[in-house]
């Protein structure tokens, strides 16, 4: 390009367009005898995990080749025979191989190996228990540190906070971009956050969010325009109801069930008898207190402690379920108190009858209720930027240079 610019701007004025003609035909002949053997080794050769993005370079070169081809047969019909046409061909070859040299002596080995190999090592978590950790990072920090507030982006979140180092990081979630901002600025720091998991992939419509409360949300369809969330309903459902708060649901139906069958005046003392604790996920580690039931599933680990009845009423019990892998699965835990109301907390600690009661829905879990949150409301509760920005800073952290 630099050589036919020169070319046009510099010496006789009735040569300029037949020595552009010469090297553009003398660049168009080296691509044409380059980008074959090219093509065959990118399209033939497995290099592994590279290999799509060696298919993708051979796909590339076949339009490529058919532009060159075609600017052969223009600058040769019009500039053959004319004297000069040879040597500025021969100039044009030597243009492509200047740049080769010039390639090979300024190589950098960039960052698109190492992008390569990530896509294809483990798993990486599920967008729900990604938020999760991090809402959980954030809220036991603001516990123990109530002057400081939430930081005003991740990447703000120091090495002593003891979190993993991954969630400093918005882009450690593959397909998905973190979207974090802090909300409620107070002169203490921020008081509130939002946090969610957007897609960068159309292939996924799932987005999760959380927010001080700790109770991660899951969005579906987030990402369709606001016309379009206004044709249709978009679901907003709670996480926790297929895992610990199921768990919970579960023991309190037991225990009814039982007293339905055998005395529905008084609780029973304990749960020998009601639930085949073999039955259940495999132990994580004994509980401290012998009433205590430390169980788990996966990454998920929570202490089940059943309260029998300590007055009158005797037909009213309680059981405490609370998060012991805090940030690694779950994050609140809950409390169903002796007047059968069901309490929640984000904090590493087990829920008391004191803590904020279950949405609607939760309590509801399993009728297909869609959750009416104040917060992340369905019609709107990320911003349609947010989405757009997303997929463009994807483009751009996702570069192979």
């Given amino acids: 390009m630099l050589a036919c610019i020169a070319a046009l701007r510099t010496g006789e ?27 065959c080794a990118a399209e033939f050769t497995d290099w592994g995990n590279h290999g799509g993005y060696l298919a993708a370079f051979a796909a590339f070169l076949l339009p490529c080749l058919a532009f060159s081809f075609w600017l052969l047969v223009v600058t040769w019909r ?27 002596a300024t190589e950098v080995r960039g960052s698109g190996e190492a992008k390569a190999n990530a896509r294809f090592q483990h798993l990486t978590p599920h967008p729900d228990s990604h938020v999760g950790a991090i809402a959980a990072c954030l809220i036991r920090h603001h516990i123990l540190h109530p002057d400081e507030g939430f930081p005003s982006s991740l990447e703000d979140i120091p090495s002593d906070w003891n ?38 992939d159309d292939s996924a419509w799932l987005v999760a969010a959380a927010d001080k409360r700790g109770e991660v949300l899951q969005l579906q369809g987030a990402g369709l325009s606001i016309a379009e969330r206004k044709k249709r309903e978009i679901p907003l459902r709670t996480v926790d109801g297929e895992g610990i ?59 089940l402690r059943y309260l029998p009845p300590r007055k009158t009423p005797m037909s009213e019990f309680a059981i405490s379920l609370q998060c012991v892998s805090y940030g690694n699965g779950c994050v609140r835990s809950y409390f169903l108190d002796y007047g059968g109301t069901i309490h929640a907390t984000a904090e590493p600690r087990a829920a008391t009858n004191e803590d904020l009661g279950l949405l609607q829905c939760e309590i509801s879990h399993g009728s297909g209720q869609q959750c009416d949150d104040p917060v992340w409301a369905a019609s709107g509760g990320i911003p349609q930027w947010a989405f757009t920005r997303a997929k463009l800073l994807s483009i751009m952290h996702s570069a192979t240079w």
């Fill in 13 to 39: 004025t009735s040569k300029r367009n037949l020595r552009v003609a010469g090297i553009s035909f003398g660049v168009a002949l080296s691509f044409c005898l380059l980008s074959l053997p090219m093509a």
């Fill in 78 to 104: 019009f500039a053959k025979g004319q004297e000069g046409f040879v040597t500025c061909a021969l100039a044009g070859i030597g243009c492509v191989v200047l740049v080769c040299c010039l390639i090979n």
């Fill in 163 to 200: 979190c993993a180092s991954n969630l400093r990081d918005p882009w450690a979630l593959q397909k998905y971009w973190i979207y974090y901002f802090p909300v409620e600025p107070s002169p203490r720091g921020f008081q509130d956050f939002r946090i969610a998991s957007i897609f960068t």
């Fill in 245 to 303: 708060l199921w768990m919970l649901f579960n023991v309190r139906d037991a225990v009814k069930t039982y007293m339905n069958g055998h005395d529905v005046n008084n609780a029973p003392q304990s749960l020998d008898g009601i639930i085949d604790f073999g039955k259940l996920p495999s132990s994580c580690h004994d509980g401290e207190n012998p009433q205590d039931i430390v169980v788990g599933q996966g990454d998920l680990c929570y202490d």
